[in-house]
């Protein structure tokens, strides 16, 4: 009946323009689909743009706040990033982050090194914990063949037990004996901008997106990377250093996240809670799929991101709309994201042969 | 692991902090700009089952009462970034009380506190105070020590248990308070105590609560909010004690009594006295019990015999007039050390220090 065809192209080269204007498009869909859930949920629709885009992303508070919560999805995308693409499933940086946190508080608890270099070795520190935790799911791949989708993720628990064991045993709080460490000191804190609740933590964070698209973009071992990630057989035939490639990016795979669980504790929370770095797991392997693996795209899908949570906060504050449906919402906004993708990998066309199809 | 220098150092600073803090040099009382406008702020939903939803019950009451604008914001993470930005959102659009609902707030709270002195905050279960900032729990373990009572009576063994969160201070004294209650009316009784780790899971609070009924357990505590304990308890023919909210609706039949939160009673004096401008913080955070309404147990059932019923009056009475604590001494833990001496009772100080079971008590090893 129909002799109208829709056809799929793969595009051969994509420019950065389209993809820019794809992913721009893709974000405009999904706000718009999150915004008809709102006004089912009862927000008033005149406040709605101001509230969430200019107050987010405009507002001097609303950035600040959205660079904050920013640090550390930088460096969660940077770590799912640096194992996506070796095709390392790492989906415990939750636990990394929580090892670094710890590794960070070991060393303000003990008193670790001179005053004026805690700060600093509290930072190494956290990446050092991060990358041990998961040196564990990478030893077990390497030498026994184990699934590491499975390691990392119960990893994960154990160092939330280890987390929680800390807390409410010696690294108690003794002031009020609440599942807290102690405060840290002032010189154990990263020190504030001045801009909201944004510290120079953010600084720590461009840096190294900077070092990373270097690595993963501009050097040997960037290469090596990319030629095992696509066909490993075809790596290790041609002498390609693969376990030693796979080891470096899988152990920075864990600092990244160790760091990250270093930045909140030093720059945010000043001290150990339980409620750190919750659902950072999913965030980082949303950002590095959205950024399609590319550090330097990390960088505003991760800004990006962290706007879509700092809306969140803003509605249930202006609105009292429920968690459930902040939830939905962001959810909506993330599928859209992602699906856009198709449209910027393939080009639809409809086909109208100018032949008629014999009958 | 535990460092006992700088430990012990920190427990020197508290004590000197609070030595400091016993005699604050007054400032004027809090003065309110403007009319007050009231923002509860929640880490979880307000309609929980549990805690949560004892304040927000004091909310609606608050809000009936005072005729005041309230907002409430559901969900507002325990980290210091979300509450401080959620505290800056309700600022900027002209609120100017602000009531947080956890101690994992307290540090956020702080800040904000000093970030604008001329809004008032109040912070259930926090732990820091200042100017214009005033944390609140209630003595709970009055109410436990009254249910304690109860419970103990109508136990037709010596078995009672108790299921909790987490071995903190606030919730040990809750047991405690308990088995000093059991004490008074069932001298041979012990109360088993098991910690969930959990503030919330009901297929764990389930689960121990079949472990404690298997062992013949006649009486069911539960210092925590789900459901599950309650049938569990009711299916075995077995009593139960609830907490926060009345959970007679949960076992219609064996519900004994519940330990209850009446947080109107603190809330709205408070926010009448910041509109007055008469409103001085507690420097070691306001601290009321059953004395001042903010805690009680629910209506007894008939299955409680009238005496025992008497006893609790009585205490209750002897509770409210100052002349009885739950923990007068001598106070003795579980592994036979004397915390404290016959003749004396707990100090606040050594309340929120309680990092100890006391005997009557079994399990609970941390």
């Keep these: ?67 904050t919560l920013a640090v550390p999805l930088i460096l969660v995308g940077l770590s799912a990033t640096a194992a996506m693409r070796l095709r390392f499933w790492n989906v415990g940086i939750e636990g990394q982050l929580w090892l670094g946190a710890i590794g960070a508080t070991l060393v303000a608890i003990n008193d670790v090194g001179s005053d004026s270099l805690r700060l600093p ?111 490993r057989p075809t790596a290790l035939a041609t002498g390609i250093p693969v376990t030693a490639t796979i080891t470096l990016m899988i152990l920075l795979s864990g600092a990244l996240a160790g760091l990250a669980g270093g930045l909140i504790v030093t720059g945010v929370e000043h001290r150990l809670t339980q409620t750190i770095g919750i659902n950072t797991t999913f965030s980082g392997i949303v950002i590095a799929f959205i950024a399609r693996f590319n550090p330097l795209a990390v960088l505003p899908t991760a800004i990006v991101l962290a706007g879509i949570y700092n809306a969140g906060g803003t509605l249930k504050v202006f609105y009292g709309i429920p968690d459930a449906i902040v939830v939905l919402i962001q959810g909506i906004v993330l599928l859209t994201l992602l699906m856009i993708q198709f449209f910027r990998s393939y080009r639809v066309s409809l086909l109208r042969p100018s032949i008629k199809q014999p009958t | 692991m535990r460092n006992p220098i700088s430990t012990s150092v920190l427990s020197l600073a508290a ?66 970034s979300a509450l401080k930005n959620a505290i800056d959102l309700y600022v900027q659009r002209g609120f100017n009380i602000i009531v947080g609902t956890t101690y994992g707030y307290s540090d956020g709270i702080a800040d904000a506190a000093e970030k604008y002195p001329n809004v008032a905050f109040v912070n259930a279960s926090g732990t820091t105070n200042s100017d214009n900032l005033e944390s609140f729990y209630a003595r709970t373990y009055e109410g436990w020590y009254l249910a304690g009572i109860a419970a103990g009576a109508v136990a037709d063994n010596d078995k009672l248990g108790m299921l909790a969160g987490f071995p903190v201070s ?26 969930t780790n959990s503030w919330w899971d009901p297929v764990k609070e389930g689960q121990a609560t079949k472990s404690l009924l298997e062992q013949d357990t006649s009486v069911i505590a539960n210092n925590l909010s789900s459901a599950s304990p309650f049938t569990e308890a009711e299916k075995a023919d077995a009593y139960s004690v609830g907490f926060q909210l009345d959970m007679s ?59 025992v019923k008497q006893i609790i009056a009585d205490k209750r009475a002897a509770i409210i007039a100052g002349e009885l604590t739950p923990f007068d001494g001598p106070l003795i833990a579980q592994d036979d050390t004397e915390k404290l001496p016959s003749g004396e009772s707990l100090s606040d100080e050594q309340l929120w220090a309680m990092d100890y079971l006391i005997q009557g008590t079994v399990g609970g090893g941390q």
């Design chain 1, 1 to 67: 009946m129909s002799n109208v065809r829709l056809t799929l192209e793969r595009r051969q080269r994509i420019s950065t323009l389209r993809s820019t204007t794809t992913y721009t498009l893709g974000l405009l869909i999904g706000l718009a689909c999150g915004l008809l859930v709102l006004l089912a949920a009862g927000a008033p629709a005149s406040t709605l743009l101001n509230d969430l885009v200019i107050q987010v992303f405009f507002s001097a508070m609303g950035l600040a706040q959205t660079l």
């Design chain 1, 121 to 231: 070795t509290m930072l190494i520190m956290s990446a050092i914990a991060g990358a041990a935790w998961i040196a564990v799911p990478l030893i077990l791949k390497l030498k026994a063949g184990v699934n590491e989708l499975v390691v990392t993720l119960l990893l994960s628990n154990v160092a939330y037990l280890l987390l929680q064991h800390l807390l409410f045993g010696a690294w108690k709080d003794p002031v009020n004996s609440f599942p807290v460490s102690p405060r840290y000191g002032d010189n154990e804190q990263l020190a504030s901008l001045g801009f909201g609740n944004l510290h120079s933590g953010i600084y720590i964070a461009l840096g190294i997106t900077l070092l990373m698209a270097i690595l993963v973009q501009k050097s040997r071992t960037g290469f090596y990377i990319d030629v095992i990630g696509h066909n």
């Design chain 2, 15 to 80: 004590i000197a902090g609070s030595l400091l803090l016993a005699n604050p040099t007054r400032a004027a009382p809090f003065q309110l700009e403007g009319d007050p406008k009231i923002a509860f702020i929640y880490a979880t939903t307000a309609r929980d089952g549990g805690w949560n939803e004892a304040i927000d019950n004091a909310r609606q009451e608050v809000a009936d009462e005072l005729g005041y604008p309230v907002a409430v914001a559901e969900s507002i993470p325990e980290d210091a």
């Design chain 2, 170 to 195: 606030v919730v040990n004294w809750d047991i405690n308070g308990f088995a000093r209650g059991v004490q008074v009316s069932n001298p041979d009784a012990n109360v088993s105590v098991l910690y």
């Design chain 2, 249 to 307: 609706a949960q076992a219609p039949k064996r519900h004994l009594t519940s330990v209850v939160f009446h947080w109107d009673k603190y809330l709205i004096p408070t926010i009448k006295a910041i509109a007055a401008g008469t409103w001085e913080p507690n420097r070691n955070g306001a601290f009321p019990g059953i004395a001042q309404g903010v805690v009680d147990i629910t209506p007894l059932p008939d299955s409680v015999p009238a005496e």
